[in-house]
């Protein structure tokens, strides 16, 4: 039972252009979203996060997009590096406990 | 602080043979999650604690699988017997409060 899932295992992305990670969850308890990246040989790493009670958040190039009635999140990187680089992955966040989706890899080509 | 503190980073085990992966999470924080990271799952929640506690266990995949906090700062995650469908990445994870965790570098693990 996956309750945050990612559909997309990959993306290509041209440098300069923007990237769009999408993710979607099923349980109406999350109340906390957030993102992931991870570089290979290395623990994932906190990008960024959105509270439920709001439905954008914006971090420098990345902003993070929250549609509770749709149950869908997205992560924008505006514009993409090829440092970018890496796997995403989504998280949900109720009651103390701590759900990822299976990734998503993006590659930003130069 | 030196964040979330894994070892060994690498285990190399015959099948059949126990297996301990510790873990040190960052002082003051309350939660910590096991996670395995594989192929077709990602990140595979296992088990976490709060306050020490055991909360939900219901990551683990079978009864060789179990997971210890005796204090605040240590935990341990076992398996015994070990099986080469185990070999994969193993991450500990802490938390304050439940909201962004902070992961350490994983132990991978390869059972032959």
């Known amino acids: 039972d996956q309750q945050v899932k990612q559909n997309s295992p990959s993306l290509s992305v041209q440098e300069g252009r923007i990237s769009i990670l999408n993710c979607d969850y099923t349980?109406?308890?999350?109340?906390?979203f957030l993102w992931y990246k991870k570089y290979p040989a290395e623990g994932p790493t906190f990008l960024i996060s959105i509270s439920s009670i709001k439905d954008k958040n914006e971090d420098g190039r990345f902003t993070v997009f929250l549609n509770k009635s749709a149950k869908h999140l997205s992560l924008h990187i505006v514009p993409s590096q090829p440092g970018d680089s890496a796997v995403y992955f989504c998280a949900a966040s109720g009651g103390n406990k701590l759900v990822f989706g299976a990734g998503t890899i993006l590659r930003v080509k130069s | 602080d030196a964040g979330v503190i894994q070892s060994p980073r690498h285990e190399v085990t015959e099948m059949g043979q126990e297996v301990t992966l510790r873990c040190k999470p960052i002082?003051?924080?309350?939660?910590l999650f096991w996670y395995r990271q594989t192929m077709m799952r990602g990140l595979e929640l296992l088990i976490y604690f709060n306050n020490n506690v055991p909360i939900d266990d219901s990551g683990m995949p079978e009864d060789r699988f179990s997971a210890k906090m005796p204090n605040a700062s240590f935990s341990t995650l076992k398996i015994q017997p070990s099986e080469p469908r185990d070999s994969a990445v193993y991450f500990c994870?802490?938390?304050?409060?439940?909201?962004?965790?902070?992961f350490g570098q994983g132990t991978r693990l390869t059972v032959v």
């Open positions: 349980n109406s308890m999350f109340d906390y």
């Open positions: 002082s003051g924080h309350n939660s």
């Open positions: 994870a802490s938390s304050s409060l439940g909201y962004e965790a902070f």
